[in-house]
């Protein structure tokens, strides 16, 4: 069984299209040790394993007829807890949504069943989808597979745990700040954070309907790759014969390196000295406008965020752990002009943006400037753990905020990432680079 559980979701995949192994037997092995494990109370919110057995046993059946629908066809997968999966209870983490059960499957949800995945349940999440920290005192913090004492990163927190912990093959988060990457880099794994837009978001529990995405946190880029595809319902792109030789990239110094830490600002130096080896040239890139594109996010995200909730917050505002309630209720600092300003001095800087990545096949940084907060610290010092979530999400906000697609990969630093992003719909050759990048890291 722990050879299974070591494997990635493509291998798991191609063992079954072999024969080596059951959907049933699998899903199965993957049950028990979830309820064998000492944590999982502490990842998964809830399990599906009435639903998880029945898709099993169709894609059992399948294999054996030569009818497989993909190449994940029969591999279990863990959902954040903000994905509609019919039946079952969709609460995002919050008891303002207590007792929520949906009637239909999320779209991605829908697309990942065509192609055969197995849902293994509903993981844990920052309340409502609003920190990058991954703590919970609502419902429950999920672990740092590199520190016990330590948050996970959010809002994906306990889809990145399933998954570090060998709770579950690959994990399907989202992103709205730097929610699947951060908890992807602080627990040594790949997370892909894809363009506004490109997969559906309907039937998922919205934060922010201009920011949010959907993405996977996974033990390899292959498998981000697979799952990208399967949940926008398309063909995957080809990996093969990808390298890095003559790839121009941009080492961003604007914003990212302020402030950083010592550990994360050494694994990312190694990391990008690993690529220049690996033959990738690398340049320094200054993009000033993005300074400015910071100060908008307050107007920006915080006011929609607001707006969305304000209501079903309001009405019973004590239901709410008191650092996310104060992070939604700073939407009622901004106005109507407030938001619409924001969102014309924001779209002047993607365009400068646009212009002064243009020459390069990806923009470098830290995927994160600073190590997993210390738990117990969060939960005594309102001061640390508003500033620590703010760094925790700088640096992957740029990719949100510039609209384009992201990706982080381990450095081999203990929750120390790098992050290549890309232009706008090109996860496809984010991802082939992805993959050199990841060869080249070890």
């Known amino acids: 069984m722990q050879e299974w559980i070591d494997k990635s979701a493509a291998d798991l995949g191609r063992a079954i299209g072999a024969g080596e192994v059951d959907p049933v037997d699998l899903v199965q092995a993957f049950f028990e040790r979830i309820k064998g494990h000492d944590l999982a109370d502490r990842v998964y919110a809830r399990l599906t394993e009435e639903r998880a057995l029945a898709e099993a046993q169709a894609a059992s059946a399948r294999a054996k007829s030569g009818r497989r629908l993909s190449v994940l066809d029969g591999v279990p997968v863990s959902w954040k807890d903000l994905f509609d999966t019919a039946g079952d209870g969709t609460e995002a983490g919050s008891k303002l949504l207590a007792g929520r059960v949906p009637d239909r499957d999320a779209v991605v949800v829908q697309n990942a069943t065509a192609a055969g995945l197995v849902c293994l349940g509903k993981t844990h999440m920052s309340e409502l989808a609003f920190s990058g920290l991954g703590y919970n005192p609502s419902t429950a913090t999920p672990p740092c597979v590199n520190d016990a004492d330590a948050v996970p990163g959010g809002s994906s927190s306990g889809a990145a745990a399933s998954v570090a912990f060998g709770l579950a093959p690959a994990a399907i988060g989202s992103d709205t700040g730097g929610s699947v990457r951060i908890p992807s880099a602080w627990n040594d794994l790949v997370g892909l954070k894809t363009t506004h837009g490109r997969l559906s978001l309907e039937g998922c529990v919205p934060l922010s309907l201009k920011f949010d995405t959907v993405g996977p946190l996974t033990k390899t880029v292959e498998d981000a790759a697979l799952l990208m595809a399967i949940l926008e319902g398309e063909v995957p792109g080809d990996l093969r014969g990808a390298s890095l030789e003559g790839r121009r990239f941009a080492a961003l110094q604007t914003v990212v390196l302020d402030d950083i830490r010592d550990a994360p600002r050494t694994a990312y130096d190694d990391a990008v000295a690993r ?75 993607r365009q400068a943006w646009d212009v002064a990545v243009a020459p390069f096949d990806a923009v470098l940084a830290p995927s994160a400037p600073i190590l997993p907060p210390n738990l117990e610290r969060l939960n005594s010092d309102s001061e640390y753990y508003k500033t620590e979530n703010l760094l925790a999400l700088r640096n992957t906000r740029v990719g949100n905020l510039m609209g384009i697609c992201a990706l982080t990969l381990p450095t081999g630093v203990p929750s120390c990432g790098i992050m290549l992003m890309g232009p706008q719909n090109c996860e496809e050759a984010l991802l082939r680079m992805g993959v050199a990048a990841e060869a080249a890291l070890g």
């Open 275 to 349: 690529l220049e080896a690996a033959g990738a040239v690398v340049e320094p890139l200054e993009v000033p406008e993005l300074e400015e594109a910071m100060a908008q996010a307050g107007p920006l995200m915080p006011g929609e965020v607001y707006g969305l909730w304000r209501d079903v917050i309001e009405a019973d505002p004590e239901a709410m752990y008191s650092e996310v309630l104060q992070r939604f209720r700073l939407g009622k600092n901004f106005s109507a002009p407030d938001y619409n300003a924001a969102w014309a001095k924001l779209e002047s800087v």
